[in-house]
């Protein structure tokens, strides 16, 4: 296919996916008070006519003029490209998928149709400790003191949460994409298993606001189950492979083994050494003798 037709398809694909977006973007301006009460349900609000005294509870409110109507924007243009995303990410895929083998359109099947079940899952669990997480940060205010929370900073803080719960549990998914491609062996990732527990712990505890150890241990406990369920996978996909190519795990600089056993060798025939010097070989003048004096050439 020319050029010209190339950047033709990409061109209509790219405004098949942004009416897509913007269609679900028009509607969700149309729905965004009910999307916003829907997101910040987390935040313990306080009741009519009650101010906010300590860590009992907050008040929602926009701090600026414009903030309504940007925070507004932001949203229903985050929901459009979320609830949009099969339509943009299929058009996407068809530009790309005729340059594919068959081999590797079966691998992005099956990436799909598994990291989006994960990143769900993420979100939803994500989505469920969020009134936890709310409720320990709240309770660090000291008394007196009155929680007045922007309503952008309560949905970008859900938005976040949930687009890095969603992210974690896409891990194992890479680890066995790159032991599906040969690239990582399952024994290898068996071996990085007290790192890889530690680590995950360590990035609950960092990317979690929370700090309780509910919040670490929500998000490090389902993706240390993944880590092991995809360690079994590459260990059992590693044994059919050897299986089926005893030399498949090997490098491509690695040396294979040789047969080093030495062979008989037959017997050596004699080899009449030929003389280079002129004073060795003897000249027609001597009747063909050489100049030998005690076994040595007498060439002086």
């Not at 101010?51 to 008040?59: D, F, K, R, V």
């Not at 090997?250 to 062979?263: I, K, V």
Request: a negative charge; one cysteine or more.
């Amino acid at each position: 296919m020319p050029l010209v037709e190339h950047l033709r398809e990409l061109r209509n694909r790219l405004a098949k996916g942004m009416l897509a977006i913007m269609a679900v973007t028009i509607v969700a301006l149309m729905y965004s008070e009910q999307l916003m009460q829907f997101l910040t349900k987390s935040v313990p609000k306080c009741p009519p006519g009650v101010t906010s005294n300590g860590g009992n509870c907050a008040i929602v409110s926009f701090n600026t003029l414009i903030a309504p109507f940007s925070t507004t924007i932001q949203l229903s243009l985050t929901t459009g490209l979320v609830v949009a995303s099969p339509v943009w990410l299929y058009q996407l895929w068809a530009f790309v998928a005729p340059g594919l083998h068959k081999s590797e359109k079966r691998y992005t099947y099956a990436f799909v149709g598994a990291a989006v079940p994960l990143f769900a899952a993420g979100a939803y669990l994500a989505y469920l400790i969020l009134p936890v997480s709310v409720k320990v940060l709240i309770s660090l205010t000291p008394d007196g003191s009155a929680n007045i929370l922007s309503l952008g900073d309560v949905l970008d803080f859900t938005l976040r949460m949930v687009l890095v719960f969603g992210l974690a549990f896409e891990l194992p998914l890479v680890l066995v994409m790159l032991n599906l491609t040969g690239i990582l062996s399952g024994r290898r990732m068996a071996r990085w298993w007290r790192g890889v527990i530690m680590g995950v712990f360590v990035f609950g505890a960092v990317i979690t606001p929370t700090t309780d150890p509910i919040g670490m241990i929500a998000l490090a406990g389902p993706i240390s189950i993944l880590y092991f369920m995809a360690v079994g996978f590459s260990l059992l996909n590693d044994k059919r492979r050897r299986r089926n190519d005893p030399d498949a795990e090997l490098d491509d600089d690695e040396a294979s083994d040789l047969d080093l056993t030495p062979e008989a060798v037959s017997d050596v025939e004699p080899v009449l050494a030929a003389r280079s010097v002129p004073e060795q070989t003897g000249g027609e003048a001597d009747g063909g003798r050489s100049n030998r004096l005690n076994g040595y050439d007498d060439i002086t």
